[in-house]
């Protein structure tokens, strides 16, 4: 295994910039997501680095062999990379067993020994090795596909969102046995992903992809407690946003005075808290307070819609049996610190429904430009 | 075709490489020598065409109109229509009307059924009147002409219909039936407007295979464009006159097969990824039963076994006399010998231009493949006079030879060839050979260890369709055969020609035989029609 180093890439096809500029680190043995929405150049990054595509300029190193940059471009097959494909990419023509020594040497393809370690690996059972691809479930098949990848002892593997063909139920159990097989085999992996429940979950860190560029690169917690903007923050999870005058590290806002994580500058802000942190309470004297607008409730816990006194609608993850009634009014607490965004032209814009923002509703942010941190 | 699944079971599709449509016009440029090997293809392809279209301009819009604008022409296009169209209605009510028997009804032996409604097809279409007018010699009316071409025809409506029959989503009829329809009704308001697509596609089949048929319909003494066209080369070779008739036919032809184009779109739509149906509770015929059976029984007799009786009835009735062994061997070597360059040279041809349509979809490369299926809708005789006379011209050391010979067949039957590449192709997307390359293969072991092994069916699957469609060839090798060259269709015509029905039927006894795994083949697999 290695590391693996991303310099200044960028890419385009025809006249459509496809990465403009990126740079990214992936110490050696760990997990990194590369996480962002569908048509952000994630996949381009991964073929450029597994050495499909050449990039137009900047630079991949692979521990301290540089495979891509500075006119030298190793092909694919001298990477010493593992490819898992979405949806697999079994060569239909071989069985398992074929399938998984396809990398190795011709004297160790017929060691069933170690088929059976390597099926063993990825959690399936050595019975599997004669059947032909079309007989696998989908699951099964993504971890062939791995066990395909990791039989040559690649120094990187990386894996081109394996799990999204797979339905749900699949998908977890599938994420678990690849996330292990991963570890056990000590691999350094990047998982392409748009998924941010998988990104959160698997990563030891993540970079977050955005209009061809790396937005935040940091682990799963600092990722979801302190994202880069608005816009991250929307990506990898639900958030609420509120209007704010951010003073001596605290936020005077709609919901009261708010602790604020790190060093902000005095001024106009946009309050981001995430809506677990939103605790519903007795209506008591002048704190906050809202009315409840709608209850989705699924069991382990519910979300509810608060319309607060100005008119703007926020939500409330709740946890346990105890829950409000639709149209009562309620008190609000927040717990933990919010995260402060300063605004620079003034307050006024923030207001409003638009500010309420599940992932959907963050759209005005989106047009931001915006604003590399790593 | 040839395809590894079995009818009915889902097949998977194929993971896609990431953008590949998008890339389409990149990877065109990146592959030079696909895209020329296919230009060149395209425009062999082509050629008769080219000819008639250039032979046309030459004459000028006069001699066009004193050509074309005669009674003659006026009375072949009279008998060709009142032809195809009689022959596709009775082969459009005889192909579903089996298919509903056999796949939606309880009659008994289906299966059985299935295939003996398939087997014509082993027969070819000339040696199927050679067997009708051999034994009724007051067949040579419209009349007769409509029942033999019919017999051999219906099952090309009959394979999409029980093809279409077995996509039926059964949940459909069950809820008509909820809704209160009766059976008949539910044939006619749920099922018949399904099969509509299939039902064209068939039609057209029928319509371009009659529009093109020459030896059943020459033995029938029935006249039509393409025995019209046949006896002007006779008496004057190459005159404008046929090269005119053959103008019309080939009009005719293009219209049919731009409606057929049209369908195509339509038919993979209503054909795809149905996933598993359940299976059918089939009508009770009740009473009906013993008129089915006998219907059915009729249609078998007067489609296989009067032509099969035929057959054994000259050989055994020739054995005695004039059938030569020595000849039929030399024979059968020839055609075998002639089929097999045919295969390989046109599953060759139908590479490049399979693979370009799969991996640099565009427009060209779809015009490059469209290019194939418009040259092989020009009938046999068509393309045989064009290349007469193109190698009279250009190329005089060809004319006569076995070259041409095959470039006629490669003309003829690319298609059948280009389809399975194609499918093959597709099932071997660019992933593949990326994942591979991650696994450290260099470009050879690739083409060893996973193009060729993905390909090799589709390949296989192409020219064993050229292979069998070669050995009945009839007209175009009775146009371009080498002088001394007789394969088993123009040994048994010019034998059959001069009335030696025993010294013919052996020679169709050896075609039938050679026809009948591809037939066997299409009763097993009915979800793909039995043309491109």
Same mark, same amino acid.
């Given at each position: 295994?290695?590391?693996?180093?991303?310099?200044?890439?960028?890419?385009?096809?025809?006249?459509t910039?496809?990465?403009?500029?990126?740079?990214l680190?992936?110490?050696?043995?760990?997990?990194?997501?590369?996480?962002?929405?569908?048509?952000?150049?994630?996949?381009?990054?991964l073929?450029?680095?597994?050495?499909?595509?050449?990039?137009?300029s900047?630079?991949?190193?692979?521990?301290?062999?540089?495979?891509?940059?500075a006119?030298?471009?190793?092909p694919?097959?001298?990477?010493?990379?593992? $490819?898992?494909?979405?949806?697999?990419?079994?060569?239909?023509?071989?069985?398992?067993?074929?399938?998984?020594?396809?990398?190795?040497?011709?004297?160790?393809?017929?060691?069933?020994?170690?088929?059976?370690?390597?099926?063993?690996?990825?959690?399936?059972?050595v019975?599997?090795?004669?059947?032909?691809?079309?007989?696998?479930?989908?699951?099964?098949?993504?971890?062939?596909a791995?066990?395909?990848?990791?039989?040559p002892?690649p120094?990187?593997?990386l894996?081109?969102?394996?799990?999204?063909?797979?339905d749900a139920?699949?998908?977890e159990?599938t994420?678990?046995?690849?996330?292990?097989? @991963?570890?056990?085999?000590?691999?350094?992996a990047?998982?392409?992903?748009?998924?941010? %429940?998988?990104?959160?979950?698997?990563?030891?860190?993540?970079?977050?992809?955005?209009?061809?560029?790396?937005?935040?690169?940091?682990?799963?917690?600092?990722?979801?407690? /302190?994202?880069?903007?608005?816009?991250?923050?929307?990506?990898?999870g639900?958030?609420?946003?509120?209007?704010?005058?951010?003073?001596d590290? /605290?936020?005077?806002?709609?919901? #009261?005075?708010?602790?604020?994580?790190?060093?902000?500058?005095?001024?106009?802000?946009r309050?981001?808290?995430?809506?677990?942190?939103?605790?519903?309470?007795?209506?008591?004297?002048r =704190?906050p307070? #809202?009315?409840?607008?709608?209850?989705?409730?699924?069991?382990?816990?519910?979300?509810?819609?608060?319309?607060?006194?100005?008119?703007?609608?926020?939500?409330?993850?709740?946890?346990?049996?105890?829950?409000?009634?639709?149209?009562?009014?309620?008190?609000?607490?927040?717990? #933990?610190?919010?995260?402060?965004?300063?605004?620079?032209?003034?307050?006024?814009?923030?207001a409003?429904?638009?500010?309420?923002?599940?992932?959907?509703?963050?759209?005005?942010?989106?047009?931001?430009?915006?604003?590399?941190?790593? | 075709?040839?395809?590894?699944?079995?009818?009915?079971?889902?097949?998977?599709?194929?993971?896609r490489g990431?953008?590949?449509?998008?890339?389409?016009?990149?990877?065109?440029?990146?592959?030079?020598?696909?895209?020329?090997?296919a230009?060149?293809?395209?425009?062999?392809?082509?050629?008769p065409?080219?000819?008639?279209?250039g032979?046309?301009?030459?004459?000028?819009?006069s #001699?066009?109109r004193?050509?074309?604008?005669?009674?003659?022409?006026?009375?072949?296009?009279?008998?060709?229509?009142?032809?195809?169209?009689?022959?596709?209605?009775?082969?459009a009510?005889?192909g579903?009307?089996?298919?509903?028997?056999?796949?939606?009804s309880?009659?008994?032996?289906r299966?059985?059924?299935?295939?003996?409604?398939?087997?014509?097809?082993?027969?070819?279409?000339?040696v199927?009147?050679?067997?009708?007018?051999?034994?009724?010699?007051?067949?040579?009316?419209?009349?007769?002409?409509l029942?033999?071409?019919?017999?051999?025809y219906?099952? $090309?409506?009959?394979?999409?219909?029980?093809?279409? $029959?077995?996509?039926?989503?059964?949940?459909?009829?069950e809820?008509?039936?909820?809704?209160?329809?009766?059976?008949w009704?539910?044939?006619a308001?749920?099922?018949?407007?399904?099969?509509?697509?299939?039902?064209?596609?068939?039609?057209?089949l029928?319509?371009?295979h009659?529009?093109?048929?020459?030896?059943?319909?020459?033995?029938?003494?029935?006249?039509?464009?393409?025995t019209?066209?046949?006896?002007?080369?006779?008496?004057?070779?190459?005159?404008?006159?046929?090269?005119m008739?053959?103008?019309?036919?080939?009009?005719?032809?293009? @219209?049919?097969?731009?409606?057929?184009?049209?369908?195509?779109?339509?038919?993979?739509?209503?054909?795809?990824?149905?996933?598993?149906?359940?299976?059918?509770?089939?009508?009770?015929?009740?009473?009906?039963?013993?008129?089915?059976?006998?219907?059915?029984?009729?249609?078998?007799?007067?489609?296989?076994?009067?032509p099969? =009786?035929?057959?054994?009835?000259?050989?055994l009735?020739?054995?005695?006399?004039?059938?030569?062994?020595?000849?039929?061997?030399?024979?059968?070597?020839?055609?075998l010998?002639?089929?097999a360059v045919?295969?390989?040279?046109?599953?060759a041809?139908a590479?490049?231009?399979?693979?370009?349509?799969?991996?640099a979809?565009?427009?060209?490369?779809?015009?490059?493949?469209?290019?194939?299926?418009?040259?092989?809708?020009?009938?046999?005789?068509?393309?045989?006079?064009a290349?007469?006379t193109?190698?009279i011209?250009?190329?005089?050391?060809?004319?006569?030879?076995?070259?041409?010979?095959?470039?006629?067949?490669?003309?003829?039957?690319?298609?059948?060839?280009?389809v399975?590449?194609r499918?093959?192709?597709?099932?071997?997307p660019?992933?593949?050979?990326?994942?591979?390359?991650?696994?450290g293969?260099?470009?050879?072991?690739?083409?060893?260890?996973?193009?060729?092994?993905?390909?090799?069916?589709?390949?296989?699957?192409?020219?064993?369709?050229?292979?069998?469609?070669?050995?009945?060839?009839?007209?175009?090798?009775?146009?371009? %055969?080498?002088?001394?060259?007789?394969?088993?269709?123009?040994?048994?015509?010019?034998?059959?020609?001069? $009335?030696e029905?025993?010294?013919?039927?052996?020679?169709?006894?050896?075609?039938?035989?050679?026809?009948?795994?591809?037939?066997?083949?299409l009763?097993?697999?009915? /979800?793909?029609?039995?043309?491109?």
């Amino acid at each position: 295994m290695s590391s693996l180093t991303v310099t200044a890439l960028t890419k385009a096809f025809g006249s459509t910039p496809v990465l403009t500029g990126v740079d990214l680190h992936v110490p050696a043995g760990g997990l990194t997501a590369l996480l962002g929405p569908s048509g952000c150049g994630k996949t381009t990054l991964l073929r450029l680095v597994a050495g499909f595509d050449d990039p137009d300029s900047g630079s991949v190193t692979l521990g301290d062999r540089l495979v891509a940059g500075a006119g030298r471009g190793v092909p694919a097959r001298s990477r010493g990379i593992g $490819f898992v494909p979405q949806e697999g990419g079994l060569f239909p023509h071989l069985t398992v067993a074929g399938n998984v020594t396809f990398g190795l040497a011709r004297q160790r393809r017929r060691d069933r020994g170690l088929v059976r370690e390597l099926l063993d690996l990825v959690g399936l059972d050595v019975d599997l090795a004669d059947r032909s691809p079309h007989q696998l479930s989908g699951g099964q098949q993504q971890r062939v596909a791995l066990a395909r990848a990791l039989a040559p002892e690649p120094s990187i593997v990386l894996l081109d969102e394996p799990f999204s063909s797979l339905d749900a139920g699949l998908r977890e159990d599938t994420r678990q046995a690849v996330g292990a097989a @991963l570890a056990a085999a000590g691999a350094t992996a990047l998982l392409v992903t748009h998924d941010q %429940a998988e990104a959160l979950s698997m990563a030891d860190q993540v970079a977050v992809l955005r209009g061809g560029r790396l937005v935040q690169l940091s682990d799963p917690r600092t990722l979801y407690q /302190r994202p880069a903007d608005l816009d991250v923050a929307a990506f990898v999870g639900e958030s609420v946003v509120l209007a704010g005058d951010v003073r001596d590290g /605290r936020a005077e806002s709609v919901l #009261g005075s708010l602790a604020v994580t790190g060093a902000v500058p005095a001024g106009p802000a946009r309050i981001l808290v995430r809506p677990e942190q939103l605790r519903l309470v007795a209506p008591a004297g002048r =704190g906050p307070r #809202g009315r409840v607008r709608a209850l989705d409730y699924y069991g382990h816990d519910s979300r509810a819609h608060l319309e607060l006194p100005g008119g703007q609608t926020v939500t409330a993850r709740l946890e346990g049996a105890d829950l409000p009634s639709v149209g009562q009014e309620v008190g609000i607490e927040v717990v #933990g610190a919010a995260v402060a965004f300063p605004v620079a032209g003034g307050a006024a814009d923030v207001a409003g429904p638009a500010g309420a923002a599940g992932p959907v509703d963050a759209e005005p942010t989106r047009r931001r430009p915006a604003e590399a941190i790593s | 075709m040839l395809d590894p699944a079995s009818p009915g079971a889902p097949v998977p599709p194929a993971p896609r490489g990431s953008g590949v449509a998008a890339r389409g016009g990149r990877r065109l440029r990146r592959s030079p020598v696909t895209l020329a090997l296919a230009v060149c293809v395209a425009v062999l392809a082509l050629l008769p065409l080219g000819y008639i279209a250039g032979y046309t301009v030459d004459v000028g819009w006069s #001699g066009v109109r004193e050509l074309v604008l005669r009674p003659r022409v006026a009375e072949l296009l009279w008998n060709t229509c009142r032809l195809v169209l009689g022959t596709v209605a009775v082969c459009a009510v005889l192909g579903v009307g089996a298919a509903w028997l056999v796949e939606r009804s309880t009659v008994p032996g289906r299966r059985i059924w299935h295939v003996l409604l398939v087997a014509p097809l082993a027969v070819p279409a000339f040696v199927n009147s050679f067997a009708w007018i051999s034994l009724l010699p007051g067949l040579d009316t419209y009349a007769g002409a409509l029942l033999v071409v019919s017999l051999s025809y219906f099952p $090309f409506v009959y394979l999409p219909a029980v093809a279409a $029959f077995r996509g039926l989503d059964p949940a459909l009829e069950e809820t008509a039936r909820g809704l209160g329809l009766s059976g008949w009704a539910v044939f006619a308001r749920v099922q018949l407007p399904q099969l509509r697509v299939a039902l064209l596609g068939g039609s057209l089949l029928v319509a371009l295979h009659l529009l093109a048929e020459f030896g059943a319909l020459q033995m029938l003494r029935y006249p039509t464009f393409t025995t019209a066209i046949y006896d002007q080369y006779r008496a004057t070779f190459n005159g404008p006159g046929a090269t005119m008739l053959a103008g019309v036919l080939v009009l005719l032809c293009l @219209l049919l097969l731009v409606a057929e184009l049209r369908l195509r779109g339509a038919r993979s739509y209503a054909g795809s990824g149905r996933g598993a149906v359940r299976p059918v509770r089939p009508a009770a015929l009740g009473r009906w039963t013993l008129p089915a059976l006998s219907a059915l029984a009729a249609l078998v007799v007067a489609a296989l076994l009067v032509p099969l =009786g035929a057959l054994a009835y000259w050989t055994l009735a020739g054995a005695a006399g004039d059938l030569d062994v020595a000849d039929l061997a030399t024979t059968t070597a020839t055609t075998l010998a002639l089929a097999a360059v045919a295969a390989v040279v046109t599953t060759a041809l139908a590479l490049p231009t399979g693979r370009l349509a799969v991996r640099a979809r565009s427009r060209v490369a779809t015009l490059l493949e469209r290019a194939t299926y418009v040259g092989s809708a020009v009938p046999g005789i068509v393309v045989a006079l064009a290349l007469v006379t193109i190698s009279i011209r250009a190329t005089p050391w060809l004319y006569q030879t076995v070259p041409v010979l095959i470039a006629a067949y490669a003309i003829l039957f690319l298609p059948r060839a280009v389809v399975p590449v194609r499918a093959a192709v597709e099932q071997s997307p660019p992933l593949y050979d990326d994942v591979a390359a991650s696994l450290g293969s260099s470009g050879a072991d690739r083409l060893r260890r996973i193009t060729l092994p993905l390909l090799a069916p589709g390949l296989g699957a192409g020219a064993a369709l050229v292979f069998l469609a070669v050995v009945t060839e009839l007209t175009a090798t009775l146009l371009l %055969a080498p002088t001394g060259t007789t394969t088993l269709a123009t040994a048994f015509w010019s034998a059959s020609s001069a $009335f030696e029905y025993g010294a013919a039927a052996p020679y169709a006894v050896v075609m039938v035989l050679l026809s009948a795994p591809a037939t066997v083949l299409l009763s097993r697999n009915t /979800r793909r029609g039995l043309l491109p």
